[in-house]
């Protein structure tokens, strides 16, 4: 039995207004065909299929025709779950018509959680493996609020919440296996933040509650795990030092942070319970590239990328000690007549004044959220004592807007 562990796809995803639609066609397509290649019978999405809740008509027109690509050959299983980017409504929407082609779908947190196990069989209709199909938890599925809680007792009890949820849907699993009566082995999935994981500067891993899940152990996870495909952290690693606990991370870079990482795919092979597992690289379908220094150093590189012919998207870091007040001209300039983009400039000069107050051309699109935030409580010089408290309400407001379902139908009012 050959798995193909895979995450974080964030379809529709653009890079400081780029559209990425051609790198999204490639690595599905790369996949199909590796997939064929290694003889896969199961491929499992860990979430984040898409980059946000409501996807636009290109990102599903590629989801869809990946999934029907799938199904054509012959006994292939697709496994796909919901990660904190995607709706669970949107997702879920069509998983009936989907089990026709061998794609399961599992947006939100079932109940009973049964709903989430997965028999995978054979050709011979034997069962091969069972998958314990467990999406992105949401806070409101594994937690019970409370008045007046400290941030403390949220944390314990979204780590017990997501414990129990996993020991439930676990014990469901062994107890299919005594029915099935053949000793197949258990693979969970998950999207979570582990301990220990490791993130990049501007990879765009969202905080998923309101505490730090990086309190999440591995004694989290039952031992009748036999492999644990983890999505949400975008770097390929191991957890707690496992073969057998992994994240396959982003196929593709998701930000300038990523731009020199490793990517891949993750192969577990089973016979028994034993699971042989390998990373199969993922082809760079886009160069990305900084560069940084001043504007000599700049300008060289630059120069060097277009005799080679390179088509790169470039993030350009200004260091120089000389005021480039026409920077973006001068890098215009540069770039004209070759196949390279530049899409972002950080001036740290302009930068450094506006740390200062001194510099107007800073705007909202040079910070994120939480740096506005952070902002707003130096600008009214809140007290340091009262900073933990309000950093808890607002990553709770954060976490509750971003947890939000727009595409999730809501309940009729009743008539009086």
Same mark, same amino acid.
């Given at each position: 039995m050959k798995v193909l562990?895979t995450?974080?796809?964030?379809i529709?995803?653009?890079l400081?207004?780029?559209e990425?639609?051609?790198?999204f ?6 996949l199909?065909v590796?997939?064929e ?5 199961v491929?499992?999405v860990?979430?984040?299929?898409f980059?946000?809740?409501t996807p636009g008509?290109?990102?599903?027109e ?6 029907? %690509?799938?199904?054509?050959s012959?006994?292939r ?8 980017h995607?709706?669970?409504?949107f997702?879920n929407?069509p998983r009936?018509l989907?089990?026709?082609?061998n ?5 939100c $947190?079932?109940?009973?959680p049964a709903? *989430?196990?997965i028999v995978?069989?054979?050709p ?7 998958v314990c199909?467990?999406?992105?938890? +949401? ?5 019970t609020? #409370?008045?007046?809680?400290?941030v *403390?007792e949220?944390e ?7 414990r129990?949820?996993?020991r +439930?849907?676990?014990?469901?699993a #062994?107890?299919? %296996?005594a029915?099935l ?8 999935m ?10 990049v ?5 969202r905080e998923?509650?309101?505490g730090?899940?990086?309190?999440v152990?591995?004694d989290?996870?039952p031992?009748c ?7 949400h952290?975008?770097?390929?690693q191991r957890?707690g030092?496992s073969d057998?606990i ?9 930000g300038?942070?990523?731009a020199?990482?490793d990517k891949c795919?993750?192969r577990? #092979?089973?016979s028994?319970?034993?699971?042989q ?15 940084r220094g001043d504007?000599s150093?700049i $300008?060289? #590189?630059i120069?060097?990328l277009?005799? +080679?012919?390179?088509s790169a ?7 120089g ?7 973006r001209e001068?890098l215009d300039?540069?770039v004209?007549?070759s ?9 740290n ?9 001194t510099a107007?051309?800073?705007?909202l699109?040079d910070?994120d959220?939480?740096?506005v935030?952070?902002r ?7 007290p *340091?004592?009262q ?5 808890a $309400?607002?990553r *709770?407001?954060?976490?509750?807007l971003?947890?939000a379902?727009?595409?999730a139908?809501?309940?009729e +009012?009743r008539k009086?």
């Open positions: 562990h995450s974080d796809w964030h529709g995803r653009t400081y207004g780029r990425r639609y051609g790198e066609d490639a690595f599905l397509d790369w199909a590796r997939a290649e290694e003889n896969i019978d491929l499992l860990a979430g984040d299929v980059d946000n809740s008509n290109h990102a599903q590629l989801y869809y025709r990946f999934l029907c %690509r799938m199904a054509v012959s006994n299983h697709v496994v796909v779950t919901a990660g904190n995607d709706s669970p409504s997702l929407a009936e989907l089990k026709c082609l794609v399961h779908v599992v947006g $947190a079932a109940d009973p709903d *989430e196990l995978i069989r054979g011979d209709r034997e069962p091969r493996l069972i199909a467990i999406p992105y938890l +949401r806070d409101r599925e594994i937690r609020a #409370e008045a007046g809680e400290s *403390e949220k314990r009890k979204i780590i017990e919440g997501i129990a949820h996993y +439930r849907v676990c014990e469901a #062994e107890q299919k %296996r029915l009566k053949k000793s197949v082995p258990i693979v969970a998950g999207h979570l933040f582990a301990a220990g994981g490791r993130t500067e501007g990879d765009g891993v998923l509650y309101i730090s899940l990086a309190q152990r591995t989290v996870f031992k795990i036999d492999y644990l495909a983890l999505g952290l975008h770097i390929p957890v030092g057998f992994r994240y396959s991370g982003s196929p593709l870079p998701i300038f942070g990523e020199e990482q795919v993750v577990v #092979e089973f028994g319970h034993l699971p597992v390998a990373n199969i690289p993922v082809p760079r379908f886009q160069e990305l590239k900084t560069l504007w150093a $300008a060289r #590189e120069d060097g277009k005799s +080679r012919g390179s998207w470039l993030e350009i870091i200004y260091e000690d000389e005021v480039a007040g026409s920077l001068r300039d540069a004209a007549g196949g390279i983009e530049i899409l972002r400039i950080k001036n000069r302009v930068l450094e004044r506006a740390m200062s107050g107007a051309e800073e705007t699109a910070l959220v939480t740096e935030f952070q707003c409580l130096q600008a009214h010089e809140v *340091e004592e900073r933990p408290e309000l950093w $309400a607002y *709770e407001a954060v976490v509750s971003r947890e379902d727009p595409m139908e809501q309940p +009012r009086v």
